[in-house]
């Protein structure tokens, strides 16, 4: 899934996490979900990272700077660092550690880019949630 959708469910998650504590945690898990889901990653690295950078200043906006919904977005994005080290070549496949990209958990199969499209609407419908529940 591409970045800004993993910090759009960390989000999503955190904003229901019963305490800051556990926004992490279910950041990550959601990263696991989402990645299962058959979806459409961008190649350019530098492009995951400015839709990724934009969506979390959008979600902090969003939200009123609330601990848990940050912590979500953040721990949910996490995960994709070792695919960036990856990408640049940083490191093998071989040594990639989080379940969902290491093959522990099977990987969703690749779909084309109109998959982004539902990226997009569900991180907006977040942000309309995140707007309307912190209003
Ligand atoms: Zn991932």
Redesign the pocket.
Known sequence: ?CLFA?IAAGALVGAHAPSPYWAPLLGMGS?VA??IVPHY?FESVNLQLMLGIVMLAIVAAANGLDLSILLGSLFAAL??FE?LLWRKGIITDERKV?P??AGIIP?GRETGPENVLLQVAFSILVVIYLVRRSS
């Open positions: 899934m993993h990263h989402l990645d990653d995960p994709d695919n989080f969902g990209h990987h």
